[in-house]
């Protein structure tokens, strides 16, 4: 299993980014991906997940109405609108079987992990 993350990089107050984890080695119509995002200073927190298996798309209540996660094909995006500077950190791609979990503390639910992409957002 491999994960591929893609897209962070530089934005100002309210811009826009769209990541991209592209996996192998799994069938995305039984897997969960999910982003999650380490903020210094804090734990390491699941804000988004899909799983075709689970019901479609998850957010944590600090991203909903936000960030928009979709599949394609292998890929799972995460479009980012309305970025704010709390939201600089670096995002990872994760995989597990099945059933998406979110939020803090979840990092031991997935088993597979892609390298993280740094978001940086500007005040």
């Known amino acids: 299993v491999q994960l591929q993350a893609s897209g962070g990089g530089l934005v100002n107050n309210g811009g826009s980014l769209e990541l991209s984890c592209t996996t192998s080695?799994?069938?995305?119509?039984?897997?969960?991906i999910v982003w999650s995002r380490q903020i210094p200073g804090k734990e390491r927190e699941g804000v988004s997940c899909?799983?075709?298996?689970?019901?479609g798309a998850h957010y944590s209540n600090s991203v909903k109405g936000r960030f928009t996660i979709s599949r394609a094909e292998n890929t799972v995006h995460l479009q980012m609108n309305s970025l704010k500077p709390e939201d600089t950190g670096v995002y990872y791609c994760?995989?597990?079987?099945?059933?998406?979990?979110?939020?803090?503390?979840?990092?031991?639910?997935?088993?597979?992990w892609g390298q993280g992409t740094q978001v940086t957002v500007s005040s």
């Open positions: 080695g799994l069938n995305l119509d039984y897997y969960a």
């Open positions: 994760a995989t597990k079987f099945f059933q998406c979990k979110i939020g803090a503390g979840t990092d031991h639910e997935y088993p597979y």
């Open positions: 899909y799983s075709s298996a689970d019901g």
